[in-house]
C-alpha cells in the first residue's frame, strides 16, 4: 500500500526527532538540610540521567552561602524543608537570570511551601506523598517550562516519559481537529493528518527510548490506515449533522488521534516496542471507528455546540474567522 504521506519529511522528523532527545540537560537541585527525608529520597531515585548528556548540579543550601548558578543551566528545583536556609536566595537569583526555578515541597498546600520560600505560587509543587509530586507535578512543571527539551528529559528520567507523551498526544489531536475544522479542499486534510500522527508515534516512541530509523516508516502504516478509516467514517456521517461539517470532521479528527496516542502511550508503559504496536493500534482504530458509527447522536450534539462555540467567538472578534 503506497502511504499517503510524505516518507523524505517523516525521515527528516526521525532525525530531528533523535537529535531533540540528545540535546544537553542541566539541572541545579537545591536540598535544604531540613527537608523531608521521604521528598529527598524520592528526587534521589527520579533524578538518574540516563546518558552522559544530561548533568545534574547537587547543592546543600545553607544560610549566608550562595548556591553557583551558571547562564548555561535549564532549571533549577528546590527541595524544601523549613525555607529556614538560603533556598530563597536561590530562588529569587534563579528568577533575576531568567533560569526556570520550582519550589518542592511535602504540604497539604503548595500556598505554604510558596511562602516558605516567597516564590511564586505557579513555580511552587506540592503534595503530602514525596513519589507523587515528583511523578504528577514536577513533570507537568518540567514539560511546560522545558518545552524544547521535552524529548531529553524523557530520554534521560524515566519518571518524565509519560508526561511527555501526553503532551505529544494532545498538541498532536489539537493540531488535527484543526486541519479538519478548516481544511475545504476534498481530500487536502489526509495526507497532513496521517503526516501528524505519524510524527506523533514516533515522538512518543522516541520519549520511550526506542531507536527511530527508516525501518519504522513500514511500521506507521498501522497508523496511516487509521487515518482513512477515520476519514472514510467522516464522510459519511457529515448526513447527519448538515451544516457542521467542520464541526464533524474536527471531532473526529481529534477523537481518532486522542485515541491512538492514549493507546500507543498505554502499550508502551506495559513495555510493547514500536512494531508490537503498530499491529496494537488497528484493534485501536477500529474500536474507535465502531464507537463513532454507533453514537451519531452525541456527535450530533458535539457538533452543535462546536458551532455555537465558533459562532460566539465569531461575534465577540470577527477577525478570528
Do not use: C
Not at 526556570?100 to 498546600?109: I, Q, Y
Amino acid at each position: 500500500m503506497a502511504l499517503p504521506i510524505n516518507v523524505p519529511d517523516l525521515l527528516r522528523s526521525s532525525s530531528k526527532i533523535n537529535a531533540e532527545r540528545e540535546q544537553p540537560l542541566r539541572i541545579v537541585i537545591v536540598i535544604e538540610p531540613d527537608a523531608p527525608d521521604e521528598l529527598i529520597d524520592a528526587v534521589r531515585d527520579r533524578f538518574r540521567p540516563g546518558t552522559s548528556n544530561a548533568r545534574l548540579q547537587i547543592e546543600v543550601a545553607e544560610p549566608d552561602v550562595r548556591v553557583p548558578l551558571r547562564d548555561t543551566s535549564d532549571a533549577v528545583i528546590a527541595v524544601v524543608g523549613s525555607g529556614r536556609s538560603g533556598i530563597a536566595a536561590t530562588l529569587a537569583e534563579a528568577r533575576d537570570r531568567a533560569i526556570p526555578a520550582l519550589a518542592v515541597g511535602l504540604a497539604d498546600s503548595l500556598r505554604d511551601v510558596a511562602e516558605y520560600v516567597a516564590h511564586p505560587y505557579a513555580d511552587t509543587v506540592a503534595a503530602l506523598d514525596g513519589a507523587r509530586v515528583i511523578d504528577d507535578e514536577v513533570s507537568a512543571w518540567l514539560v511546560e517550562r522545558l518545552s524544547g527539551k521535552r524529548l531529553a528529559l524523557a530520554h534521560n528520567f524515566a519518571f518524565m516519559r509519560k508526561a511527555v507523551a501526553d503532551e505529544a498526544v494532545k498538541a498532536t489531536a489539537l493540531q488535527n481537529a484543526l486541519i479538519g475544522t478548516v481544511v475545504i479542499i476534498p481530500g487536502a486534510d489526509m495526507p497532513l493528518m496521517t503526516l501528524n500522527q505519524a510524527k506523533m508515534l514516533l515522538q512518543i516512541a522516541a520519549a520511550y527510548g526506542q531507536r527511530l530509523g527508516a525501518e519504522r516508516v513500514k511500521e506507521l502504516a498501522a497508523v496511516v490506515g487509521g487515518g482513512f478509516a477515520l476519514r472514510a467514517v467522516a464522510r459519511q456521517l457529515l448526513v447527519f449533522v448538515p451544516g457542521f461539517g467542520w464541526a464533524v470532521k474536527g471531532a473526529i479528527a481529534y477523537g481518532g488521534t486522542i485515541a491512538m496516542g492514549k493507546a500507543a502511550v498505554g502499550y508502551f508503559e506495559e513495555g510493547f516496542d514500536l512494531a508490537e504496536i503498530a499491529g496494537k493500534l488497528v484493534e485501536v482504530r477500529d474500536a474507535a471507528v465502531e464507537r463513532i458509527r454507533r453514537d451519531k447522536h452525541a456527535l450530533k450534539h458535539t457538533a452543535a455546540e462546536l458551532a455555537e462555540a465558533r459562532d460566539a467567538r465569531a461575534d465577540d472578534d470577527p477577525s478570528e474567522f
